[in-house]
């Protein structure tokens, strides 16, 4: 065997393709007869990501201890998230760990093309504001310089502005090497941030206040809620703990609070619908869509067709959005690089007129 003595879990991500591929690759070689040691082998072998290969050897080397996979993927919390510890326990306990793999797979495949639209809406914007930023940081450390010092060296008078540019871009154009270093540290500071989640908050903090920023953001929650909760009640886990867990992959802060409220009133008999009923931060058509699915006893169908429907909305507004930011975005960077081309032309149209009235009066 390739499996190596387990030291504990790692950490740091795995990409959601390689997570996908490893849930579609097990529910295959499950079902084809295969037992679970000799597959983790095959696609230990095939897999290229190096924490997922530490994963993958951890796990053979677990295996043939005795030890039960869901108790091996608890070691590792930064790569699979509860709804996955759930599923792959109560597939344990059920003898059903392809079918398992097989939700894992459907679930995980509609966050990743969730996501991927989220990000290919942000994906303009971005490229948009990274070029105009980097243009304009090239005229403000090469260009602006050599205007500035021919204007400056005339003694000719300037409107503020435009004079407190050109002394900002010749002071900084000779400090060169320590903007570069400050900017390479600024950078450093901003991935660390990143990684550790304080950009994200602070960006969620600022725009939570927009309207239709706000509603996007819900109905993404509502079609991740939706969809895990539906795959976790299909997996046969107890409401209580599917609810419990599916709200944990709420992000808006105001279900926060619901997290450990929602579960405790179902524990004391309360049915789903009259308890989120209770909460206006869920949708009107979400509490009537959940009381239908408990009266007809489809209620993993109905939260189902619910995640479709929330997608489904998010792609829309994701493609709104994008409408909305393209002319919005241009309009800004139009502003923006107009102000300061006036503010270098405005002296130069000085100079020609003063040259011109000189000529004149000759």
């Not at 005795?66 to 993927?73: K, P």
């Amino acid at each position: 065997r390739t499996g190596t003595k387990s030291k504990g879990g790692a950490h740091g991500r795995v990409p959601q393709v390689e997570k996908i591929t490893f849930c579609r690759y097990l529910n295959v070689m499950l079902k084809s007869g295969l037992s679970l040691s000799d597959g983790l082998e095959v696609l230990q072998q095939e897999t290229k990501h190096p924490l997922m290969k530490k994963i993958l050897s951890d796990m053979l080397y677990s295996l043939e201890q005795g030890q039960q996979l869901s108790d091996i993927f608890s070691r590792y919390p930064d790569v699979f998230e509860p709804y996955f510890l759930t599923l792959t326990k109560a597939g344990e306990m059920s003898g059903k760990l392809a079918d398992v793999f097989h939700f894992l797979e459907i679930e995980m495949r509609s966050e990743y093309r969730l996501n991927a639209k989220v990000k290919g809406a942000l994906m303009y914007p971005v490229i948009v504001l990274s070029a105009s930023g980097g243009i304009g940081l090239l005229m403000f450390f090469f260009i602006l310089p050599q205007i500035g010092k021919v204007f400056l060296s005339m003694k000719m008078p300037l409107p503020a502005m435009t004079k407190f540019l050109f002394d900002a871009s010749i002071y900084l154009s000779k400090q060169i090497v320590f903007v570069g270093i400050g900017f390479v540290a600024l950078g450093i500071l901003l991935v660390v941030l990143f990684r550790q989640g304080i950009i994200q908050r602070l960006v969620s903090y600022v725009i939570r206040p927009i309207p239709f920023v706000r509603d996007l953001i819900k109905k993404i929650d509502m079609a991740r809620f939706n969809r895990i909760f539906s795959t976790l009640l299909k997996a046969a886990v107890p409401i209580t703990d599917a609810l419990e867990i599916s709200l944990q992959s709420l992000s808006w802060y105001e279900f926060a609070a619901l997290k450990t409220i929602l579960p405790d009133e179902i524990r004391k008999g309360k049915q789903l619908s009259a308890a989120i009923k209770e909460h206006p931060v869920f949708p009107s058509l979400m509490v009537q869509m959940i009381a239908a699915g408990e009266k007809t006893a489809t209620l993993d169908d109905t939260l189902l067709d619910m995640a479709v429907f929330y997608e489904e909305e998010v792609d829309e507004e994701l493609k709104s959005l994008t409408q909305i930011l393209e002319p919005v975005i241009m309009l800004i960077v139009g502003v923006i690089v107009g102000a300061l081309i006036l503010s270098v032309i405005s002296p130069i149209y000085s100079l020609v007129g003063s040259v011109q009235q000189a000529a004149g009066g000759r």
